[in-house]
C-alpha cells in the first residue's frame, strides 16, 4: 500500500447517504432512541427495579452465540456489578452494551477478520490507509461546514497515515498551499481563507507542518506575529482565550504551550498586551495555577473552573502542565494525583475494555487517545526524575488494561468499509480515525522521559526528553498490526517535533 497516490487514482471521501448535510466528524450522530429505550425511559429521580442480567436472561441484550476461542469471559458478559437505579443514563448503557458484545465476542457478520488466538480481529491496514488518503481529497457540498477546520483535517489525515506506516511528506507542497491563506498576517492560523486566527486551528496548522516538515513549511510560519497573537489571547487568570473574544478554557492552554515550546518562542508577554496590566509578565505566569482550578471534585479536569470533568480537557491540562514543567513536579504539584487516578481509572468500562469521556457517559473510540494519552504522562510523573538516557529502571507500569482497550479498538471500532470509528453503529470519519489509532498506538508503546533534551534552550526541555519503545509483553494484537509511535505531549512523530524544535532554535524570536 498504498495504491492510491495522493492526486492520482482518487477517490471521492465515504459519506453516509442519510447524513449528507452534517459533518463527517460530528460526535454527535446519536441514533435515535430505540423503542426498547423509550418505553424503559424513567425521568431523573424515579427508580424501578433494574432486570437482573445473567448468561440466562441476557437474550435481548446480547447475542446467545458462543464467542470465538481466546477471550477471557471478562470481555464476553455484562459486568457482575450493576447500578439498581434504572434511568435513561443506564438503558443508553445496556444498549450500548447489546451493540458491543457481538463485536467483543467476533462473531459479528460485519466483522473482517482474519481472528488471531485471542480472538481478536486483524487490523485492517490497507482499508485504513486508503480512507485516510479519501479524508485528504475533495469533499461534496454537504460538508462545507469543514471549510473551518482545513488545518484539523490535515493533520488528522496526516497524524494517522503516519502511524500506519505511509510517508505523510508526500503532501508538503498542498499542506502549504491549503494553510498559506489561512494565516493572519496578525498572528496565527484561521479554520480557513479569511477566517479568524483561532487557537486550535493554529495548533493543528503548527503540528500538520511539523509532520510534513522541510525548510518552506518552518519559514511560513509568522513566528513574530504568532507570538505577538499569543500575547493578546492571555487572561489575568492565567489562562487563554482560544481566540480574540473567544472562550477561555484548557484548550487554550494547551494549544499555547504546544505552540510556543514547538516554535521556541519568547516566554516573555509581548509589551503593550493587557494581561501585563494585571501585573503578568510572561504567556506562563498563573498557567499551572490556573489549570489547578480545573480539577474538580471527581478528580477530573474540567474546560474551565466550576465545570464537568471530561476526558479531552483532562488530556490537554495534563500534556500543558507536562510542556511546563517535569510532570513529576508540576503535575504532582497542582493536582491531587490519587483523586485523578481514581476518575481515570474510572473511565474504563467493562466489558467494553474502552474509555467513557465522562462520568455516566458511554465508551467512545477517540477517548483511546484523550483518556489513554493521559497514562503516559501520569505513569512519568509516578516514576519520577529520569535518571538516564534509556528507560527507567524501575517503573509504576501499565495502570490501565492495555488488553481492554486493544480489544474495544480492533473489536468494535473498525468500521467495514475502512477508518475508524466511535463504537459500533457509528461511522468513521477522519477524527476518530486519528485519535482511535493514536489510542492504539499509544497502548503499544511505553513512552518515558530521559535526563537530556534535544537542543540547547532550557525553555520547556522536559517536553524534549521523551522517548518512546514498543511494548512485547502481553500483547493481544499481531505484529502487523503495529504502529509507529507518536510523541505524548504533541500528538505528532518523534523526529517532527525535534526538527521543527531545533530549526526553530537556530532563529530565535527576539522579545
Ligand atoms: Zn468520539
Not at 500528538?491 to 517535533?497: A, K, L, Q, R, W
Request: net charge neutral; aromatic share 8%.
Amino acid at each position: 500500500m498504498p495504491p492510491i497516490v495522493a492526486g492520482k487514482h482518487r477517490r471521492k471521501v465515504r459519506f453516509p447517504s442519510s447524513t449528507s448535510t452534517t459533518s463527517s466528524n460530528s460526535t454527535n450522530q446519536q441514533p435515535p432512541p430505540t423503542k426498547s429505550t423509550l418505553t424503559n425511559q424513567k425521568r431523573p429521580g424515579q427508580s424501578r427495579p433494574r432486570p437482573k442480567l445473567s448468561s440466562a436472561t441476557t437474550g435481548k441484550m446480547t447475542s446467545q452465540a458462543a464467542p470465538r476461542p481466546g477471550i477471557p469471559d471478562l470481555f464476553t458478559q455484562p459486568s457482575a456489578i450493576r447500578d439498581p437505579l434504572v434511568t435513561e443514563t443506564t438503558d443508553l448503557q445496556d444498549a450500548t452494551l447489546e451493540k458491543c458484545l457481538p463485536f467483543l465476542k467476533g462473531i459479528s457478520s460485519t466483522q473482517q477478520g482474519p481472528f488471531n488466538a485471542y480472538g481478536v480481529p486483524a487490523l485492517q491496514r490497507d482499508d485504513h490507509v486508503a480512507f485516510l488518503y479519501d479524508s485528504l481529497e475533495d469533499y461534496p457540498p454537504g460538508f462545507v461546514i469543514l471549510d473551518a477546520s482545513r488545518p484539523w483535517m490535515a493533520y488528522w489525515g496526516l497524524a494517522g497515515l503516519f502511524l500506519m506506516g505511509e510517508d505523510p511528506t508526500r503532501f508538503r507542497e498542498r499542506l502549504i498551499d491549503t494553510l498559506r491563506p489561512a494565516q493572519n498576517s496578525t498572528g496565527g492560523f484561521g479554520g480557513g481563507r479569511g477566517q479568524i486566527s483561532h487557537l486550535a486551528g493554529s495548533y493543528a496548522a503548527v503540528l500538520s507542518l511539523a509532520i510534513v516538515g522541510g525548510e518552506d513549511t518552518y519559514s511560513l510560519i509568522d513566528r513574530q506575529a504568532m507570538w505577538r497573537w499569543l500575547g493578546r489571547l492571555k487572561q489575568a487568570d492565567g489562562g487563554f482565550r482560544v481566540c480574540e473574544g473567544g472562550e477561555e478554557d484548557v484548550r487554550g492552554a494547551y494549544c499555547v504551550m504546544a505552540i510556543i515550546s514547538l516554535l521556541d518562542l519568547p516566554s516573555e508577554l509581548p509589551p503593550d498586551c493587557e494581561a501585563r496590566k494585571a501585573g503578568l509578565n510572561t504567556l506562563t505566569d498563573g498557567l499551572a495555577q490556573y489549570l489547578s482550578r480545573c480539577q474538580t471534585f471527581e478528580g477530573g479536569i474540567s474546560g474551565s473552573p466550576g465545570v464537568e470533568a471530561h476526558g479531552a480537557y483532562a488530556y490537554c491540562a495534563l500534556a500543558c502542565l507536562a510542556l511546563l514543567g517535569p510532570p513529576e513536579e508540576t503535575i504532582v504539584r497542582h493536582m491531587n494525583l490519587p483523586l485523578l487516578l481514581s476518575w481515570l481509572s474510572s473511565r474504563q468500562y467493562g466489558p467494553e475494555g474502552g474509555f467513557s469521556g465522562r462520568t455516566n457517559k458511554l465508551v467512545d473510540g477517540c477517548y483511546s487517545h484523550w483518556v489513554g494519552g493521559c497514562w503516559p504522562i501520569i505513569q512519568s510523573a509516578l516514576d519520577g526524575k529520569p535518571q538516564g538516557s534509556g528507560p527507567p529502571a524501575t517503573t509504576v507500569g501499565s495502570l490501565f488494561s492495555r488488553e481492554g482497550l486493544s480489544r474495544y479498538i480492533l473489536s468494535c471500532c473498525q468500521s467495514p468499509t475502512g477508518g475508524l470509528r466511535d463504537k459500533p453503529g457509528k461511522h468513521a470519519d477522519s477524527y476518530h480515525t486519528c485519535y482511535v489509532l493514536a489510542g492504539l498506538s499509544a497502548m503499544q508503546h511505553y513512552h518515558y522521559r530521559t535526563d537530556s533534551a534535544t537542543g540547547s534552550n532550557k525553555s520547556w526541555a522536559s517536553a524534549f526528553t521523551w522517548r518512546s519503545t514498543p511494548i512485547r509483553e502481553d500483547n493481544v494484537y499481531e505484529k502487523s498490526d503495529r504502529l509507529a509511535a507518536l510523541h505524548p505531549l504533541y500528538g505528532i512523530p518523534f523526529p517532527s517535533v525535534d526538527e521543527m524544535r531545533l530549526w526553530c532554535e537556530a532563529r530565535p524570536i527576539t522579545p
